[in-house]
Structures are given as structure tokens and as C-alpha cells.
């Protein structure tokens, strides 16, 4: 059912023209509730009072939220859904992402990458796809080099260990 929240709040978000606004809006909200897990209870607790946790969330999030952001806060409240959340902001990211044409991809490697490997590296991903990548790099020193990349589903594995892997296979079935 948070599916459909995060699906309205996109469709809101379109109406407007605010759909880069929303989802970075939606990104201090996660950390928010990320860093502090408690307050799903709070504003789950039936034994404070509805007015009382819906000018907390007010309170917390009008400062960095745009309006409909954090009426959408209360209405999860209001709703008893706001153990919810994460999957209406899951449900926001990916129409984000479509709509804008944007890949995920974690790319993995057994060492730091400079910039200008990260930068080359961007440039043939998104000339594979065709549109623009985001990028979370992850350090993983038991790939013993090469890189591992998962992006839209694939996984391109040009991993040192993956190659050795592969040896290990060829030499067992000769």
C-alpha cells in the first residue's frame, strides 16, 4: 500500500514541476528517520495524541521539507502508516529514476579509484546506457583488482577473483 503514497506523491511532484525538489527533500526525511528509529514509534503511539506527533513532524521537517512533504508525513501519520516510509521514499526514488532517466550503479573495486578513473569510468557506463549514472563506490579489497559493477539488474563482473574463478573451472573440467 506505500507503494501507492510514494506513486501520489510523484504524480504531485509532476503536477508541479517539483520532482527533483521532492526527492532530494525525501533524502534529509530518510536520514532523518534513519538516524533516529524511535521516532517511528513515537509517531506510531497511540498514547500521544494525534495533534501532538503531527505538529512534531511540523516542527521537524518544515524547516527542510517543502510543504507537501511534510503533509505527506502526516498523512502517513494519520493513516497509521508511517512504519511505512522508507517504502513510500523507495517507491518515489525509482519513478524519480525513470523519469529522469537515471542508472544506479555500485561499482566495486579492490582499491580506491582517483578521480579520473571514476570520471572515465561514468562516461563508458553512461555510453553503454545511453543516459546519466549515479555512481556509490565500495572498496572491497578481497576482489584482488578489477571491478565489479551492478547497474539496472546486471552485473558486469571483471573482477581479478572472478577471472581466477573462471581458470579454477576451466581446469577442473579438462
Known amino acids: 500500500m506505500n507503494k501507492e503514497y510514494g506513486t501520489a506523491l510523484f504524480s504531485l ?47 521537524a521537517f518544515s524547516p527542510v521539507a517543502p510543504e507537501h512533504i511534510v503533509s505527506f508525513l502526516q498523512l502517513l501519520c494519520e493513516s497509521n502508516r508511517i512504519g511505512g516510509l522508507f517504502a513510500s521514499i523507495d517507491a518515489y526514488k525509482k519513478l524519480f529514476d525513470a523519469w529522469g532517466q537515471v542508472s544506479k ?34 572498496v572491497e579489497p578481497s576482489l584482488l583488482g578489477g571491478l565489479l559493477i551492478e547497474m539496472d539488474g546486471k552485473v558486469m563482473d571483471g573482477s581479478l577473483r572472478h577471472r581466477l574463478r573462471d581458470i579454477k573451472d576451466v581446469m577442473h573440467y579438462e
Open 13 to 59: 511532484a509532476l503536477e508541479g514541476g517539483l520532482e527533483r525538489e521532492y526527492a532530494e527533500a525525501l533524502e534529509k526525511v530518510e536520514a532523518v528517520f534513519s538516524e533516529n528509529p524511535d521516532y517511528f514509534d513515537f509517531l506510531a503511539s497511540p498514547g500521544i495524541p494525534m495533534s501532538e506527533r503531527l505538529e512534531a513532524i511540523r516542527q
Open 105 to 138: 550503479a555500485r561499482i566495486v573495486s579492490a582499491v580506491s579509484l582517483t578521480q579520473s578513473e571514476k570520471d572515465m569510468l561514468i562516461k563508458k557506463l553512461e555510453g553503454i546506457c545511453g543516459h546519466a549514472v549515479e555512481p556509490e563506490y565500495t
